[in-house]
């Protein structure tokens, strides 16, 4: 079982910048993917960005590319989303997922709120 515990969101205005903080705890977490997802209100859950347990390849939806970057130094528990020039439709409260892959990210956080005014 893994733990995932999210900090950093917060309200910005069009154009900010926040960084998102992802602590996984657990046996085995430093060997997880990781990865961010969000949901706006009224709208599922989509896919934002997820990263190798190994912190050198990456994948982005479309929306954020150039916009935010996912790290993770030293390839340990911890992963970070930097996002930039936010936009009010990165509006939503965004998740932690872990998981065995990126495209198997099944252990969740509890989510933090990120709101963007324009």
């Known amino acids: 079982q893994v733990q995932l515990i999210e900090s950093g969101g917060g309200l910005v205005k069009a154009g900010a910048s926040l960084r998102l903080s992802c602590a996984a705890s657990?046996?085995?977490?430093?060997?997880?993917?990781m990865g961010w997802f969000r949901q706006a209100s009224g709208k599922e859950r989509e896919f934002v960005a997820a990263?190798?347990?190994?912190?050198?390849?990456?994948r982005y939806v479309d929306s954020v590319k150039g916009r935010f970057t996912i790290s993770r130094p030293n390839a340990k528990n911890t992963v970070y989303l930097q996002m930039n020039d936010l936009k009010p439709e990165d509006t939503a409260v965004y998740y932690c997922?872990?998981?065995?892959?990126?495209?198997?990210?099944?252990?969740w956080g509890q989510g933090t709120q990120v709101t963007v005014s324009s």
């Open positions: 657990g046996r085995d977490s430093s060997y997880y993917a």
């Open positions: 997922a872990a998981g065995g892959s990126i495209t198997d990210l099944r252990y």
């Open positions: 990263i190798n347990w190994g912190g050198d390849y990456g």
